[in-house]
């Protein structure tokens, strides 16, 4: 099987998005499990710990039948990599998986990762989370550089967590000119932490 590993806080890549430099791996032997949807979506999108003693520091499979994931953890049972299967891989491991009894993974979620939006490339992706973390630097560690990307905007609300939400509702869907702009003026010198 190949697979792609991100962290566990990172959103799944699939296969028309790898990269050269990403962590892609070859694996001969997996362990499958099959488990409900609600799991499945709790591994997906969730940082997880889970408290089954034979899947610590382990590599295994879990699916539904219809979707799988490569999951990588620790010695302590907490999820350090998933990686969904390329598109070779990705029939064989749900015909294997929907022929396998339901399994009951003891875990508990505590954290999201990120939650990914379909239709945007892998690059504008990165863009946008860049963007969104920059407002929120800016807004909390230089708001004189946060009033003046509102003003550049043309963003004129009254309260500063008005104009925090109004730009933030702005990039919110999609990727437009808007992102481009902002990623441009975002990563100019004078926005770079002092």
Not at 4 to 16: G, I
Not at 91 to 102: E, Q, R, V
Not at 106 to 111: F, L
Not at 186 to 192: A, F, G, Q, R, V
Request: hydrophobic fraction near 35%.
């Amino acid at each position: 099987m190949i697979v792609n590993w991100v962290k566990e806080d990172e959103e799944l890549l699939e296969p028309y998005e790898w990269a050269h430099g990403d962590d892609i791996e070859i694996i001969s032997t997996l362990s499958c499990y099959k488990v409900d949807k609600q799991t499945l979506h709790d591994f997906i999108y969730g940082c997880l710990h889970i408290f089954e003693p034979s899947l610590c520091q382990k590599v295994f499979a879990i699916g539904d039948g219809n979707y799988a994931l490569a999951i990588e953890t620790d010695i302590n049972g907490k999820v350090c990599y998933r990686s969904v299967f390329d598109f070779c891989d990705r029939d064989k491991m749900n015909k294997k998986i929907m022929s396998l009894a339901l399994k009951d993974i003891p875990y508990q979620m505590y954290d999201e990762g990120e939650m990914k939006e379909y239709g945007l490339t892998r690059n504008e992706r990165l863009k946008k989370q860049y963007i969104e973390q920059k407002i929120d630097e800016l807004y909390i560690e230089d708001y004189e550089a946060f009033l003046k990307l509102c003003y550049q905007l043309n963003i004129q609300d009254e309260q500063s967590i008005q104009k925090y939400n109004h730009l933030k509702n702005k990039i919110e869907k999609g990727f437009s000119f808007i992102h481009e702009v902002l990623f441009h003026e975002l990563t100019k010198k004078e926005y770079k932490k002092k």
